[in-house]
Protein backbone atom coordinates (compact mmCIF):
# COMPACT_ATOMS: atom_id res chain seq x y z
CA UNK A 1 0.00 0.00 0.00
CA UNK A 2 0.95 3.26 -0.43
CA UNK A 3 0.15 5.95 2.08
CA UNK A 4 -0.34 9.99 0.92
CA UNK A 5 -0.97 12.56 3.66
CA UNK A 6 -3.36 14.87 2.34
CA UNK A 7 -1.93 17.83 4.10
CA UNK A 8 1.45 17.43 2.04
CA UNK A 9 -0.50 17.12 -1.19
CA UNK A 10 -1.78 19.92 -3.37
CA UNK A 11 -5.53 20.21 -4.15
CA UNK A 12 -5.29 18.86 -7.49
CA UNK A 13 -3.89 15.92 -6.19
CA UNK A 14 -6.22 15.45 -3.50
CA UNK A 15 -9.02 15.83 -5.70
CA UNK A 16 -7.90 13.41 -8.12
CA UNK A 17 -6.88 10.89 -4.79
CA UNK A 18 -10.43 11.16 -3.68
CA UNK A 19 -12.67 11.69 -7.02
CA UNK A 20 -10.65 8.30 -7.83
CA UNK A 21 -11.56 6.49 -4.95
CA UNK A 22 -15.38 7.78 -3.71
CA UNK A 23 -17.35 6.44 -6.45
CA UNK A 24 -19.37 6.24 -8.30
CA UNK A 25 -21.22 9.48 -7.39
CA UNK A 26 -24.70 10.11 -8.01
CA UNK A 27 -25.27 13.36 -10.12
CA UNK A 28 -27.59 16.24 -8.85
CA UNK A 29 -28.77 18.34 -12.22
CA UNK A 30 -29.66 21.36 -9.51
CA UNK A 31 -32.01 23.66 -11.07
CA UNK A 32 -31.50 27.25 -8.99
CA UNK A 33 -33.09 30.70 -9.89
CA UNK A 34 -31.18 33.96 -8.86
CA UNK A 35 -32.82 36.48 -7.02
CA UNK A 36 -33.79 38.22 -10.22
CA UNK A 37 -35.53 35.21 -10.98
CA UNK A 38 -32.98 34.23 -13.95
CA UNK A 39 -32.68 29.98 -14.18
CA UNK A 40 -28.89 28.51 -13.56
CA UNK A 41 -28.47 24.79 -14.02
CA UNK A 42 -25.66 22.84 -12.94
CA UNK A 43 -24.57 19.47 -11.98
CA UNK A 44 -22.75 18.59 -9.25
CA UNK A 45 -21.39 14.78 -8.20
CA UNK A 46 -21.08 15.94 -4.63
CA UNK A 47 -24.49 14.33 -4.19
CA UNK A 48 -26.50 11.73 -2.28
CA UNK A 49 -29.77 11.11 -0.26
CA UNK A 50 -29.28 11.58 3.91
CA UNK A 51 -32.63 10.71 5.24
CA UNK A 52 -36.27 9.29 4.49
CA UNK A 53 -38.14 11.16 7.52
CA UNK A 54 -37.77 14.13 6.89
CA UNK A 55 -37.20 13.73 3.22
CA UNK A 56 -33.30 14.97 3.29
CA UNK A 57 -30.96 15.40 -0.14
CA UNK A 58 -27.59 16.94 0.15
CA UNK A 59 -25.08 18.71 -2.30
CA UNK A 60 -22.19 20.50 -2.45
CA UNK A 61 -21.35 23.54 -4.80
CA UNK A 62 -17.61 23.52 -3.90
CA UNK A 63 -15.62 26.79 -4.05
CA UNK A 64 -13.43 26.79 -7.21
CA UNK A 65 -9.95 24.88 -6.14
CA UNK A 66 -7.86 27.15 -9.32
CA UNK A 67 -9.00 30.69 -7.62
CA UNK A 68 -11.50 30.15 -4.42
CA UNK A 69 -14.39 31.49 -6.26
CA UNK A 70 -17.81 30.51 -5.47
CA UNK A 71 -20.55 29.17 -8.20
CA UNK A 72 -23.53 30.63 -9.16
CA UNK A 73 -25.73 27.91 -7.76
CA UNK A 74 -24.33 28.67 -3.97
CA UNK A 75 -25.71 32.18 -4.76
CA UNK A 76 -28.91 31.40 -5.88
CA UNK A 77 -29.43 29.22 -3.19
CA UNK A 78 -28.77 31.76 0.02
CA UNK A 79 -30.98 34.27 -2.20
CA UNK A 80 -33.43 31.72 -2.98
CA UNK A 81 -33.62 28.90 -0.75
CA UNK A 82 -35.28 26.31 -2.98
CA UNK A 83 -33.97 23.80 -5.68
CA UNK A 84 -35.32 21.18 -8.02
CA UNK A 85 -32.99 18.45 -8.39
CA UNK A 86 -32.95 16.23 -11.33
CA UNK A 87 -31.58 13.10 -11.86
CA UNK A 88 -28.64 12.33 -14.29
CA UNK A 89 -29.43 9.51 -16.80
CA UNK A 90 -27.38 7.93 -19.90
CA UNK A 91 -29.67 9.60 -22.79
CA UNK A 92 -28.91 12.97 -20.92
CA UNK A 93 -25.25 12.70 -20.17
CA UNK A 94 -24.19 14.69 -23.13
CA UNK A 95 -26.55 17.74 -22.78
CA UNK A 96 -25.28 17.28 -18.76
CA UNK A 97 -21.83 17.91 -19.66
CA UNK A 98 -22.43 21.26 -21.45
CA UNK A 99 -24.55 22.35 -18.98
CA UNK A 100 -21.80 21.96 -16.53
CA UNK A 101 -20.04 24.85 -18.77
CA UNK A 102 -19.00 27.66 -17.00
CA UNK A 103 -21.28 30.54 -18.83
CA UNK A 104 -21.10 33.82 -17.43
CA UNK A 105 -23.49 34.87 -15.05
CA UNK A 106 -26.95 35.11 -16.05
CA UNK A 107 -26.65 32.50 -19.07
CA UNK A 108 -29.41 30.29 -18.87
CA UNK A 109 -27.92 26.47 -19.19
CA UNK A 110 -31.33 25.36 -19.83
CA UNK A 111 -30.91 26.83 -23.43
CA UNK A 112 -27.03 26.27 -23.66
CA UNK A 113 -27.56 22.52 -23.06
CA UNK A 114 -31.32 22.46 -25.07
CA UNK A 115 -32.86 21.14 -22.33
CA UNK A 116 -36.46 22.34 -21.63
CA UNK A 117 -37.88 23.88 -18.91
CA UNK A 118 -40.92 23.68 -16.62
CA UNK A 119 -42.42 25.16 -13.74
CA UNK A 120 -41.75 24.04 -10.15
CA UNK A 121 -45.38 22.94 -8.63
CA UNK A 122 -44.03 24.23 -5.02
CA UNK A 123 -40.98 26.10 -5.55
CA UNK A 124 -39.48 28.74 -8.25
CA UNK A 125 -36.96 27.07 -9.91
CA UNK A 126 -37.46 25.03 -13.05
CA UNK A 127 -37.78 21.56 -13.63
CA UNK A 128 -35.73 19.62 -16.19
CA UNK A 129 -38.46 17.92 -18.14
CA UNK A 130 -35.82 15.34 -19.95
CA UNK A 131 -35.09 14.14 -16.52
CA UNK A 132 -37.28 11.15 -15.53
CA UNK A 133 -36.64 12.22 -12.08
CA UNK A 134 -37.34 15.75 -10.81
CA UNK A 135 -37.03 16.45 -7.10
CA UNK A 136 -38.75 19.79 -5.65
CA UNK A 137 -37.62 20.84 -2.41
CA UNK A 138 -36.71 23.47 0.10
CA UNK A 139 -33.02 24.90 1.57
CA UNK A 140 -33.05 24.19 4.90
CA UNK A 141 -29.24 25.06 5.43
CA UNK A 142 -26.27 25.78 3.73
CA UNK A 143 -23.11 24.58 5.66
CA UNK A 144 -19.31 26.23 4.44
CA UNK A 145 -16.56 23.45 5.41
CA UNK A 146 -13.97 26.13 4.86
CA UNK A 147 -12.98 29.46 3.36
CA UNK A 148 -10.47 27.81 1.16
CA UNK A 149 -10.51 26.88 -2.63
CA UNK A 150 -11.91 23.55 -3.39
CA UNK A 151 -14.37 23.55 0.32
CA UNK A 152 -17.61 22.07 0.26
CA UNK A 153 -20.55 23.97 1.00
CA UNK A 154 -23.23 21.51 1.44
CA UNK A 155 -26.56 22.80 0.70
CA UNK A 156 -29.32 20.80 2.98
CA UNK A 157 -32.34 20.04 0.83
CA UNK A 158 -35.83 19.09 2.28
CA UNK A 159 -37.56 16.96 -0.59
CA UNK A 160 -41.55 18.56 -0.81
CA UNK A 161 -42.65 16.75 -4.03
CA UNK A 162 -41.07 14.15 -6.33
CA UNK A 163 -42.14 13.97 -10.06
CA UNK A 164 -41.94 10.20 -11.84
CA UNK A 165 -41.56 9.37 -15.30
CA UNK A 166 -44.33 6.48 -14.85
CA UNK A 167 -41.97 4.51 -17.47
CA UNK A 168 -39.50 4.12 -14.95
CA UNK A 169 -42.17 2.81 -12.89
CA UNK A 170 -42.94 -1.08 -12.16
CA UNK A 171 -46.23 -3.00 -11.82
CA UNK A 172 -46.00 -1.81 -8.08
CA UNK A 173 -45.32 2.07 -8.42
CA UNK A 174 -41.79 2.00 -7.79
CA UNK A 175 -38.78 2.46 -9.62
CA UNK A 176 -37.36 0.28 -11.72
CA UNK A 177 -33.66 0.27 -11.50
CA UNK A 178 -33.27 -1.83 -14.76
CA UNK A 179 -35.94 0.76 -16.47
CA UNK A 180 -34.19 4.50 -14.96
CA UNK A 181 -30.43 3.65 -16.43
CA UNK A 182 -28.51 6.45 -14.39
CA UNK A 183 -25.23 7.18 -14.70
CA UNK A 184 -22.97 8.42 -12.00
CA UNK A 185 -18.99 10.26 -11.78
CA UNK A 186 -16.03 8.65 -11.44
CA UNK A 187 -12.55 9.98 -11.23
CA UNK A 188 -11.85 12.39 -13.81
CA UNK A 189 -13.89 12.18 -16.78
CA UNK A 190 -15.26 9.07 -16.00
CA UNK A 191 -18.74 7.98 -15.99
CA UNK A 192 -20.10 5.01 -14.79
CA UNK A 193 -23.54 3.69 -16.33
CA UNK A 194 -26.33 1.60 -13.72
CA UNK A 195 -27.46 -0.64 -17.11
CA UNK A 196 -27.28 -3.93 -18.14
CA UNK A 197 -24.96 -6.77 -16.81
CA UNK A 198 -23.88 -4.07 -14.21
CA UNK A 199 -26.81 -4.25 -12.08
CA UNK A 200 -26.98 -7.06 -9.22
CA UNK A 201 -29.06 -7.39 -6.66
CA UNK A 202 -28.06 -8.72 -3.30
CA UNK A 203 -30.21 -10.33 -0.10
CA UNK A 204 -30.65 -7.83 2.47
CA UNK A 205 -29.02 -8.18 5.60
CA UNK A 206 -31.98 -6.43 7.51
CA UNK A 207 -34.34 -9.55 6.30
CA UNK A 208 -32.05 -12.00 8.23
CA UNK A 209 -29.55 -12.65 10.64
CA UNK A 210 -26.29 -14.11 9.27
CA UNK A 211 -24.34 -16.19 11.37
CA UNK A 212 -21.05 -14.63 10.13
CA UNK A 213 -17.45 -15.41 9.60
CA UNK A 214 -17.09 -16.35 12.88
CA UNK A 215 -19.48 -19.38 13.07
CA UNK A 216 -18.50 -21.32 9.85
CA UNK A 217 -16.76 -24.18 10.38
CA UNK A 218 -13.03 -23.68 10.38
CA UNK A 219 -12.18 -26.53 7.06
CA UNK A 220 -14.27 -23.92 5.51
CA UNK A 221 -13.34 -20.69 6.84
CA UNK A 222 -10.00 -22.17 5.66
CA UNK A 223 -10.36 -22.99 2.45
CA UNK A 224 -8.34 -22.26 -0.88
CA UNK A 225 -10.68 -22.38 -3.17
CA UNK A 226 -13.73 -20.06 -1.54
CA UNK A 227 -12.70 -16.34 -1.97
CA UNK A 228 -13.46 -13.91 0.85
CA UNK A 229 -16.72 -12.54 -1.24
CA UNK A 230 -18.14 -16.34 -1.49
CA UNK A 231 -17.46 -16.89 1.67
CA UNK A 232 -19.21 -13.89 2.73
CA UNK A 233 -22.31 -15.42 1.21
CA UNK A 234 -22.04 -18.61 2.96
CA UNK A 235 -22.00 -16.52 6.46
CA UNK A 236 -24.90 -14.52 5.38
CA UNK A 237 -27.09 -17.65 6.00
CA UNK A 238 -28.86 -17.85 9.36
CA UNK A 239 -27.82 -21.66 9.77
CA UNK A 240 -26.19 -24.22 8.45
CA UNK A 241 -28.40 -26.87 6.63
CA UNK A 242 -29.08 -29.76 9.05
CA UNK A 243 -27.27 -33.40 8.71
CA UNK A 244 -29.94 -35.00 7.69
CA UNK A 245 -30.54 -32.68 4.12
CA UNK A 246 -26.57 -33.18 4.37
CA UNK A 247 -26.38 -36.49 4.15
CA UNK A 248 -29.45 -36.88 1.45
CA UNK A 249 -27.88 -34.47 -0.81
CA UNK A 250 -24.53 -36.37 -0.18
CA UNK A 251 -26.66 -40.05 -1.30
CA UNK A 252 -28.42 -38.48 -4.10
CA UNK A 253 -25.82 -35.50 -5.78
CA UNK A 254 -22.31 -36.54 -4.96
CA UNK A 255 -22.52 -40.32 -4.38
CA UNK A 256 -20.24 -41.22 -8.15
CA UNK A 257 -17.66 -38.31 -6.72
CA UNK A 258 -17.18 -39.81 -3.44
CA UNK A 259 -17.04 -43.21 -4.74
CA UNK A 260 -14.56 -41.98 -7.50
CA UNK A 261 -12.13 -40.27 -4.85
CA UNK A 262 -13.05 -42.59 -1.70
CA UNK A 263 -8.59 -43.31 -1.01
CA UNK A 264 -7.79 -39.58 -2.01
CA UNK A 265 -9.59 -37.46 0.60
CA UNK A 266 -7.96 -34.05 -0.12
CA UNK A 267 -8.48 -34.08 -3.32
CA UNK A 268 -11.79 -34.94 -2.86
CA UNK A 269 -12.08 -31.80 -0.38
CA UNK A 270 -10.46 -29.74 -2.97
CA UNK A 271 -13.40 -30.82 -5.92
CA UNK A 272 -16.21 -30.50 -3.09
CA UNK A 273 -15.20 -27.03 -2.72
CA UNK A 274 -14.60 -26.16 -6.52
CA UNK A 275 -18.30 -27.52 -6.55
CA UNK A 276 -19.58 -25.29 -3.89
CA UNK A 277 -17.78 -22.03 -5.75
CA UNK A 278 -19.88 -23.13 -9.02
CA UNK A 279 -23.07 -23.35 -7.00
CA UNK A 280 -22.20 -20.14 -5.36
CA UNK A 281 -21.64 -18.40 -8.46
CA UNK A 282 -25.29 -19.38 -9.72
CA UNK A 283 -27.21 -18.17 -6.34
CA UNK A 284 -27.53 -21.81 -5.51
CA UNK A 285 -25.99 -21.30 -1.88
CA UNK A 286 -27.98 -23.81 0.03
CA UNK A 287 -26.21 -26.48 -2.01
CA UNK A 288 -22.69 -25.02 -1.48
CA UNK A 289 -23.39 -25.14 1.98
CA UNK A 290 -24.66 -29.34 1.57
CA UNK A 291 -21.73 -29.78 -0.89
CA UNK A 292 -19.09 -28.35 1.82
CA UNK A 293 -20.64 -30.40 4.77
CA UNK A 294 -20.61 -33.22 2.95
CA UNK A 295 -17.09 -33.74 3.87
CA UNK A 296 -17.35 -34.84 7.00
CA UNK A 297 -21.18 -35.96 7.00
CA UNK A 298 -21.18 -39.57 7.96
Known amino acids: MKSFALDHLSIPERHGLLLGAVGPRPIALASTVDADGRPNLSPFSFFNCFGSNPPILIFSPARRGRDNTTK ?3 HNVKAVPEVVINVVTYDLVHQVSLASTEYPSGVNEFEKAGLTML ?8 R ?17 TGSEGAAGN ?22 DQRKIDLVARMGGSWYCRAHGEALFEL ?18 RGSHVLTG ?11 PPDETRVNEYKLTELSDLFISLQDKP ?33
Not at 229 to 239: I, K, M, P, T, V
Open 72 to 74: DTY
Open 128 to 144: VKESPVQLECVVEQVIE
Open 203 to 220: PQPMKQVGMGFDRLPAEI
Open 119 to 126: PGTRVRPF
Open 229 to 239: SELAQLAGAEA
Open 266 to 298: RALEAELHRRAKELIAHGRTDEAWMTLLAFNAR
Open 154 to 175: LVICRVLVMHVDEGVLNERGTI
